[in-house]
């Protein structure tokens, strides 16, 4: 598998080969001539790659090793766990064969899925002559905060960078700016620079705003034309230092940002950002900074720039032309201290000091939980979401509950409203749906997703086939996944799917709240605690309320209405979920 077919002859002597001389390198220019473009007895390896582990799943965490370089593996032998966007999944190997080469260590994080992670070879072949390849997948290490500040980042250069010149990335001028546009380059080829000139006007995803540079220089190539959109951390332009030739620059061969331009800013520019007084006219701080020196007014300045714009060049001409002296600086007035505060500081103010370690805390966020807010914010931005709200009275659910306590029958409120739910999708077919490629696309089954908070996020595993099973099989099935999520054991396709999701925070005290509709079901159904109220007669109710957020291009608000008002009929005379089978009859007929 590893080498191509050879002789019998060839393995006889390369057995043998160690034992009568040293391995002896093969020059270069003789290497296609092998059987592989590397020493004769080097074994090529067979990639071991972040596999898929869930539908959504972008990147992963390798939690442990379960094998170790040199065992031998069999199909179906746990590999590695490893924490994907949902779970600590286990994955398994299809193949038979031995762990040669390790290539990311355990707890190596957000390794996308593709990327090679080890070496495996066949069982027959020496492991520890396993040949690495030429480009791994492995994935990039963090930018180190000594690098020189002098070498780009910004793009992969192959080529060396004479000193003084300096590659201009793409800025980023908001902290949600992906991209920008080129609107117009302030400065042309050949140029000089002063610290504060505006380059080019750039339009972000908030508005057009000035990119300044803070050293001198000469601009000396423009790599991206007027009207360009291009990626921060993407090479622009290039500038040298004042006196060098600017024609005779050094272009590098790819101008692609890279995640360490964007992680560490290495170009001596920086975005400033626009100001604008009564006037109209919008200019930078280096000329605001020239305005205050020179206690200048910008209305008395016109600008020559892009529209009811004041450039730097408008304020040193207005300066010379008027002979303007620069003016003292404005003293500060003293801060007034309070006698009070002098002898008694304040915690804030002993936690602030210099030397004192920082009362704040930096938390990382792990895959699982940084997922979820992904998917939620796209549900939430993409999903028309709407909302139905019902109070259920449920004394005779407390009291039936209590009886079967008696009988040694354990079950709890939300075993009670899964049931309940169940029968009200059969009843509301309409409401078990799921959106995909712009339909609502009814399901036969009813596999009830519960949600369950577990330390590393929140979780949904399915309760599979929810209206054939009875008040016990639902709450020991609750049970059994509750306890796996928490432990971080759920396999994919036990949290994978699902028709309709219930989310229950009424043991936790919580009297009504809205949920996020988890895509592509159509609707989930958020449950409050039970609380005491008055009826109109005066005598003690508990009441409950129950919450449907529901897709607004699948579901009706009729629909929706008609779920909730089953579910109330249900859950307020609950003698039918403990004893009834009909219909649970009936849908297991229709669905097989």
Not at 316 to 333: C, D, E, F, G, R
Not at 387 to 406: F, M, P, Q, S
Not at 454 to 464: D, E, M, R, Y
Not at 479 to 499: I, S, V
Request: glycine share 6%; aromatic share 4%; net charge neutral.
């Amino acid at each position: 598998m590893a080498h191509m077919i050879r002789s019998k002859f060839v393995l006889l002597s390369l057995k043998h080969a160690n034992r009568i001389a040293p391995r002896i390198p093969v020059p270069l220019k003789y290497q296609r001539l092998c059987f592989h473009t590397s020493g004769i007895l080097d074994v090529k390896g067979k990639e071991l790659l972040m596999p898929s582990l869930s539908p959504t799943m972008e990147n992963g965490t390798i939690v442990k090793w379960l094998k170790k370089e040199g065992d031998k593996l069999e199909p179906g032998d746990a590999v590695a766990d490893i924490q994907t966007d949902k779970a600590i999944v286990t994955m398994e190997f299809d193949d038979e064969g031995v762990l040669a080469k390790i290539i990311v260590p355990e707890g190596t994080k957000d390794i996308k899925v593709g990327t090679l992670i080890a070496l495996t070879v066949e069982a027959d072949e020496d492991w520890k002559e396993v040949e690495m390849p030429d480009t791994t997948k492995s994935p990039k290490a963090p930018a180190s905060t000594s690098a020189s500040t002098e070498q780009p980042s910004s793009a992969p250069v192959t080529m060396e960078i004479p000193p003084g010149q300096q590659n201009i990335a793409m800025p980023a001028l908001s902290p949600t700016m992906t991209t920008g546009t080129i609107v117009k380059w302030l400065k042309k080829e050949g140029e000089e620079i002063q610290p504060g000139d505006a380059l080019a006007d750039i339009q972000t995803d908030k508005a057009v705003m000035s990119f300044e540079l803070e050293d001198e220089g000469v601009l000396a190539k423009i790599l991206v034309p007027e009207g360009s959109q291009v990626e921060v951390g993407q090479l622009i332009a290039i500038t040298v230092e004042k006196g060098m030739d600017w024609k005779q620059v050094v272009v590098p061969t790819s101008t692609k940002p890279t995640k360490v331009a964007a992680a560490a800013p290495t170009t001596p520019s920086s975005a400033q950002p626009t100001s604008a007084k009564a006037s109209g006219q919008v200019y930078g701080l280096a000329v605001k900074r020239l305005l205050e020196e020179y206690d200048l007014s910008s209305d008395s300045i016109k600008g020559t720039g892009r529209t009811n714009r004041l450039l730097k060049s408008d304020v040193l001409a207005y300066i010379q032309v008027h002979n303007v002296k620069k003016v003292a600086p404005k003293s500060a007035p003293a801060p007034m201290v309070d006698t009070m505060k002098a002898r008694s500081p304040s915690p804030a103010d002993i936690s602030a000091s210099p030397g004192q370690p920082s009362p704040y805390e930096d938390i990382e966020i792990s895959n699982i939980r940084a997922v979820i807010a992904k998917r939620l914010g796209e549900s939430k931005s993409t999903i028309p979401h709407s909302y139905a709200v019902v109070n259920i009275n449920i004394d005779k659910l407390l009291e039936l509950r209590a009886k079967l306590k008696t009988d040694d029958i354990s079950v709890s409120v939300n075993d009670f409203i899964t049931k309940a739910v169940a029968h009200a999708l059969l009843e509301c077919p309409d409401i078990n749906t799921l959106y995909q490629n712009g339909q609502a696309v009814r399901v036969p089954k009813v596999d009830v997703s519960v949600a369950v908070a577990a330390p590393s996020g929140l979780i949904t595993p399915i309760v599979f086939d929810t209206v054939t099973k009875s008040l016990t099989d639902i709450s020991k099935n609750i049970r059994e996944l509750a306890d796996k999520a928490k432990k971080g054991q759920l396999k994919p396709h036990e949290f994978q799917g699902g028709t309709f999701t219930i989310s229950n925070l009424g043991m936790f005290g919580v009297k009504e709240f809205s949920a996020i509709i988890n895509p592509p079901q159509t609707a989930i159904l958020a449950v409050g605690a039970g609380r005491e109220e008055l009826d109109s007669s005066l005598a003690k109710v508990t009441k409950m309320t129950a919450t449907l957020s529901y897709d607004r291009r699948a579901i009706d608000e009729d629909q929706a209405a008609d779920f909730l008002a089953v579910l109330r009929a249900m859950l307020e005379d609950p003698v039918f979920l403990a004893a009834g089978r009909v219909q649970a009859l009936r849908y297991k007929r229709d669905a097989y």
